[in-house]
């Protein structure tokens, strides 16, 4: 949730933080199949690989007015909180929304990693729910609801959450709020067999006046033609909080990564970035980090017959303009288990940044997020297969 502020300005400026669709008919659809020709086709042993696709939303709203404020100035922060509150609504959550489910109807993935799931409600003066406001996941949720299709929400854990003022009145002396909460989701196809579900919050956080800005991560398991498939959702902090990445990132390898039979793929935003060298303001430790505990980038063992940057982050916040990226921090990482041994995975892949075309873009020309998102085709061998008919039928 703090993304902006943070990416732009050092920890202390992040204190800032505490102020701050698709046509259908109404009749019944009968809910659409996972067409698995889409998975198939020509892509050979891919046609039964594991298939994700992760998502960074982008909360929609400009946080530079909040930049500066004097916060005994009760107007000033009205003024920049109803600025912020406006830019958000000006995003077009539900004609971005609707771009994300594109993606998913067309791809079918078996599980949609979602990051920046903000829930920002309206409050009256006693800080009652006026439903007024908009809630990413719920409009998500309507979408494939109104096209039918197969997909549910398995795990989500909140995050950061606090309340703004919005304006002035009532017996507090504030007559309306603006609440936000940030979440990370997992969405599972409702074929995929499930097996189990967790989420948790990462300890390392930033205490700032007695709030702490958290992040999280959500772990489905399913079955995948008898392999369990771990699926971890997160997003870290931003590079600018240096140990405080660090510690979350340690978190995420030491902790909710290890020690997962079968297949782990950890899928998001990790703000670190593998195009950057070392000592960059985008670059950390965290993607090295990943690759020595044995994870495999999918980006980078992909056939190399399509030659693209992997580029991911970051449109202008207004959503407008050209796709200048200049970041690749977004990622989709897998690791295999083999008898309880953990080793980069060889297998075949396939990866797609998504999001970044023209095409994409809603009826106004907006972009959909910030940031692009990736679509990944998994395919590794079973533990009891010979891995010389893996190499031989063309494994990358």
């Known amino acids: 949730m703090i993304e902006l502020l943070l990416r732009r300005s050092s920890i202390a400026v992040a204190c800032l933080a505490l102020l701050v669709a698709g046509a259908c008919d109404d009749g019944f659809q009968t809910p659409v199949t996972p067409d698995l020709s889409i998975q198939s086709g020509d892509r050979g042993p891919l046609a039964n690989g594991f298939e994700v696709y992760t998502q960074n939303v982008y909360l929609g709203g400009d946080t530079s007015p909040l930049f500066g404020l004097d916060f005994t100035d009760l107007g000033a922060v009205l003024e920049a909180v109803n600025l912020f509150w406006g830019d958000v609504q000006a995003s077009?959550?539900?004609?971005?929304?609707?771009?994300?489910?594109?993606?998913i109807q067309e791809r079918q993935p078996h599980a949609v990693a979602l990051q920046e799931m903000l829930d920002f409600a309206l409050l009256d003066e006693y800080k009652q729910d006026t439903e007024?406001?908009?809630?990413?996941?719920?409009l998500i949720e309507a979408e494939i609801a109104d096209r039918g299709l197969p997909y549910e929400?398995?795990?989500?854990?909140?995050?950061?959450?606090?309340?703004l003022p919005l304006s002035l009145g009532g017996?507090?002396?504030?007559?309306?709020?603006?609440?936000?909460?940030d979440r990370v989701v997992v969405l599972r196809r409702t074929d995929v067999p499930l097996l189990g579900e967790s989420k948790g919050l990462y300890q390392g956080t930033i205490n700032v006046g007695g709030i702490d800005l958290l992040r999280g991560w959500v772990r489905l398991t399913v079955d995948h033609h008898g392999t369990p498939h771990n699926v971890i959702?997160?997003?870290?902090?931003?590079?600018?909080?240096?140990p405080l990445h660090d510690a979350q990132a340690d978190e995420l390898i030491?902790?909710?990564?290890?020690?997962?039979?079968?297949?782990?793929?950890?899928?998001?935003?990790?703000n670190s970035d593998a195009a950057a060298e070392e000592g960059a303001p985008s670059w950390t430790a965290t993607y090295d980090k990943l690759v020595a505990s044995g994870f495999t980038d999918v980006w980078e063992a992909r056939p190399r017959g399509r030659r693209a940057s992997g580029l991911t982050c970051c449109?202008?916040?207004?959503?407008?303009?050209?796709?200048?990226f200049i970041e690749r921090i977004d990622f989709v990482m897998v690791r295999s288990s083999e008898g309880g041994s953990m080793g980069q995975a060889r297998g075949h892949y396939r990866m797609e940044v998504v999001g970044e075309e023209i095409g994409d873009r809603t009826l106004d020309g907006l972009w959909p997020s910030d940031h692009a998102g990736l679509v990944a085709n998994i395919n590794l061998p079973s533990p009891d297969a010979d891995p010389r008919d893996h190499e031989r039928s063309g494994g990358h």
């Open 92 to 103: 077009d959550p539900e004609a971005r929304v609707a771009e994300f489910v594109d993606e």
């Open 132 to 138: 007024l406001g908009i809630d990413f996941l719920e």
């Open 153 to 163: 929400t398995a795990v989500t854990q909140e995050t950061t959450s606090s309340a």
């Open 171 to 181: 017996p507090y002396g504030i007559a309306s709020w603006l609440e936000f909460t």
């Open 233 to 242: 959702a997160t997003h870290l902090e931003t590079q600018a909080t240096g």
């Open 254 to 270: 030491g902790y909710v990564a290890a020690g997962l039979e079968g297949v782990t793929i950890i899928a998001g935003d990790l």
């Open 315 to 324: 449109f202008d916040k207004d959503l407008l303009g050209d796709a200048n």
